[in-house]
Nanobody, 123 residues
Framework: QVHLVESGGGLVQAGGSLRLSCAAS????????MGWFRQAPGKEREVVAV????????NYQDSVKGRFTISRDNAKNTVYLQMNSLKPEDTAVYYC????????????????WGLGTQVTVSS
């Protein structure tokens, strides 16, 4: 069993930056693919970024490529999402998810989810 807790969300102006963190409990964290997903009001959940268990492979939604960076520190059981050049359309609740299929853009294959952290980007 893995428990995920996100932090780092908040209100930021367009063009600003935020760094989200996801702290995981459980000894199997380093074996899991981890992902960041987001859901805006009235919209479906969408993948933002995914990272393999080793951190050696990452994948991003097209709209965040070049602006967001996913990383992980397996020694600290933590995965990060560095978000730069934020846009109002990035406003959403951001969720950390664990133990899913790397190519899954829906999130349905992921077994573990955090409660989410709100990111609001003002124009």
């Amino acid at each position: 069993q893995v428990h995920l807790v996100e932090s780092g969300g908040g209100l930021v102006q367009a063009g600003g930056s935020l760094r989200l963190s996801c702290a995981a409990s459980g000894r199997s964290f380093s074996r899991y693919t981890m992902g960041w997903f987001r859901q805006a009001p009235g919209k479906e959940r969408e993948v933002v970024a995914v990272i393999s268990w080793s951190g050696g492979t990452t994948n991003y939604q097209d709209s965040v490529k070049g602006r967001f960076t996913i990383s992980r520190d397996n020694a600290k059981n933590t995965v990060y999402l560095q978000m730069n050049s934020l846009k109002p359309e990035d406003t959403a609740v951001y969720y950390c998810a664990g133990d899913g299929n790397f190519g899954d853009s829906t999130g349905f294959s992921y077994d573990y989810w955090g409660l989410g952290t709100q990111v609001t980007v003002s124009s």
